[in-house]
């Protein structure tokens, strides 16, 4: 298969969001943690009463203010958060990041008037809104392209995966087209799309994450393709019914390196080392197109609830380790990518397969 030329984005080997930031806004930028208040469908009973299998009480915004303060007492506590990572010089401002839960989970005119407090604050220049592609009606993606006309609004859909099997036993509780019809509308009213995608889900096979990944870098709608990916490694918390699932099966091994193929009680557990996550990374991003920005390789979790990897809990040897890896490949996101889609149908994917277009390779594959 044939390689795109060595690239760097800054100095780093992929298209991380502080260099998109960086060039956008020309400056360092950094994300506040904000709420809406908003539920979820698969917590009030709609779909489920308990949520996703791995998500923790918090709904993924552990780290934000309570709900219940106003927004710009959210803003000012986030900012205070932050404080001592802050640039002496060369801040360009913030982005209000509504993470926990689904923030379009709402009354359209509520969620209309806490976007708008977020964005009223001079030095915030955007806002990213969490949320579930089957929570999108129409009326909430025209306000949401109309707050866009305002400053930048990006939507970040929790996919997690392409593959129905796992998003059963997830729990996700939608299917692969109402992604898709997300993602178009969205991209028809002129926002960006990010899209979630967690590494390491029990019974996933490293080519089944491929599928995934593939899949996103080759999504096009009218209005281009998806602007950016998040590659979250599984967190497994306590609290959750993963966690508890995972303490059953590991008992006193658990949070230790058990290697990809940990099988127990019909589970199969993908238990990665810190050098094999960081391996199976790296193999997604050479896939990836180059213009596509990258969120996230890793992730936080509070570390009071964590159970595994408890590596995960040390982000600088995450990060260096990410680094001499990089280097010792010698390798770059998109070096493996060829851009092949002409006429609607994909001649080479990334697995060097032959077949039709991205989208009917991937309901192919799950």
């Known amino acids: 298969m044939m390689q795109s030329e060595k690239r760097l984005w ?43 299998i791995f998500c923790s009480a918090g709904g993924s915004g552990d780290f934000a203010a309570p709900a219940r303060l106003p927004v710009q007492e959210q803003i000012r506590r986030a900012k205070a958060l932050v404080e001592g990572k802050l640039p002496k010089q060369g801040l360009a401002g913030y982005i209000g990041y509504f993470q ?42 025209e306000m949401l392209g109309e707050l866009n006309r305002r400053k930048p609004v990006t939507v970040e859909l929790g996919l997690q995966t392409i593959h129905e ?13 109402v992604f898709e019809d997300a993602v178009k509308r969205l991209k028809q009213a002129g926002l960006e799309v990010v899209v979630h995608v967690i590494l390491g889900l029990p019974g996933e096979t490293e080519e089944m994450m491929k599928e995934t990944v593939s899949w996103i870098g080759d999504f096009r709608t009218p209005k281009g393709g998806i602007d950016g ?5 599984l967190h497994i918390l306590r609290g959750t019914d993963l966690g508890d699932l995972y303490l059953e099966d590991h008992g006193e091994n658990a949070g230790k390196d058990r290697g990809r193929s940990g099988i127990s009680r019909g589970i199969c557990w993908n ?25 996230r390789i890793t992730g936080d979790a509070p570390r009071k609830l964590l ?60």
């Open 10 to 52: 800054g100095e780093k080997p992929f298209h991380s969001l502080d260099y998109q930031w960086k060039e956008q806004y020309g400056g360092k930028v950094y994300r506040l943690s904000l709420q809406t208040g908003c539920t979820c469908p698969n917590r009030d009973g709609t779909l489920g009463e308990r949520g996703c």
């Open 100 to 141: 926990s839960f689904t923030n379009t989970y709402g009354p359209v005119p509520r969620l209309r008037e806490i976007f708008s407090e977020a964005m009223a604050e001079e030095d915030i220049l955007g806002i990213s809104i969490g949320t579930r592609p089957d929570c999108l009606p129409e009326e909430m993606v």
């Open 165 to 177: 099997k796992s998003a059963e036993f997830i729990r996700r509780g939608y299917g692969l087209p």
């Open 229 to 233: 990916i998040k590659l979250q490694l």
């Open 271 to 295: 238990d990665y080392s810190l050098e094999e996550y960081v391996d199976l990374v790296i193999d997604l991003l050479e896939i990836l197109p180059p213009e596509m920005t990258v969120h």
């Open 307 to 366: 159970i595994a990897p408890l590596w995960s809990g040390d982000k600088k040897r995450v990060l260096n380790t990410f680094t001499r890896r990089f280097s010792e490949r010698d390798t770059w996101q998109g070096k493996l990518y060829h851009s092949s889609i002409i006429g609607g149908k994909v001649y080479e994917n990334r697995t060097g397969k032959m077949g039709p277009g991205a989208q009917g390779r991937a309901l192919q594959n799950v």
